[in-house]
């Protein structure tokens, strides 16, 4: 049974704040690790893709690193803004693309 | 591109019918996902395809479901008989080798 988790599960922040959030997943048979932004009443939207043991990516204020040997991701959020706002999920795919999310962090960040 | 086009966006729809969700996958992409989200189980997996064929329908909740990729630019997921429980917002998404899933804007099923 594959299972992604993710924590915390929600998190409230004020602006300004840098934020952090871990995905934890099975570390055989990886193939890659996404990285989402849900907003409300939207779509989820790809962050990132991360599919070598080291990896760091980086989008604006937003990063990401992963440890496939232990099985973890962080995404991290630097100066966070009131428009960060959202769930951010992670989904593991495994060599056959099977993939399963994680349940989400909800992050709120207080003007 | 316009994206991943699923229809209809909302779907009301009263017990014992049968339903029909509808996705065009991004041209070009070779994968197609079906989810659905609810608020106790989040987003799970329903069932994937690779090249029209399906590959796991392990998500699938029980027969009521079946899910049809007829050719590359198209696909159903269908419930019959629909039921309460099966209220959720169902969602496709595309890819090209699980290179990053790009999502379609979700079919909002209400049974009642």
């Known amino acids: 049974i594959l299972n992604v988790e993710q924590s915390p599960q929600s998190l409230h922040v004020q602006e300004g704040d840098s934020t952090n959030f871990t995905c934890s997943f099975p570390s055989s048979n990886f193939y890659a690790l996404h990285w989402y932004r849900w907003e409300t009443a939207k779509s989820p939207e790809a962050l990132f893709v991360m599919t070598l043991n080291g990896d760091e990516k980086k989008k604006g204020r937003i990063s990401a690193t992963l440890n496939t040997k232990e099985g973890y991701s962080y995404l991290y959020i630097k100066g966070s803004q009131p428009e960060d706002s959202a769930t951010y999920l992670c989904a593991f795919m495994d060599g056959g693309f099977k993939t399963i999310f994680g349940a989400g962090t909800r992050l709120f960040v207080k003007a | 591109d316009a994206g991943v086009i699923q229809s209809p966006r909302h779907e009301v729809t009263e017990m014992g019918q049968e339903v029909t969700l509808r996705c065009k996958p991004i041209?070009?992409?070779?994968?197609l996902f079906w989810y659905r989200q609810t608020m106790m189980r989040g987003l799970e997996l329903l069932i994937y395809f690779n090249n029209n064929v399906p590959i796991d329908d392990s998500g699938m909740p029980e027969d009521r479901f079946s899910a049809k990729m007829p050719n590359a630019s198209f696909s159903t997921l269908k419930i019959q008989p629909s039921e309460p429980r099966d209220s959720a917002v169902y969602f496709c998404?595309?890819?090209?080798w699980g290179y990053g899933y790009t999502f379609g804007s979700g079919t909002r099923l209400t049974v009642v």
């Open positions: 041209s070009g992409h070779n994968s």
């Open positions: 998404a595309s890819s090209l």
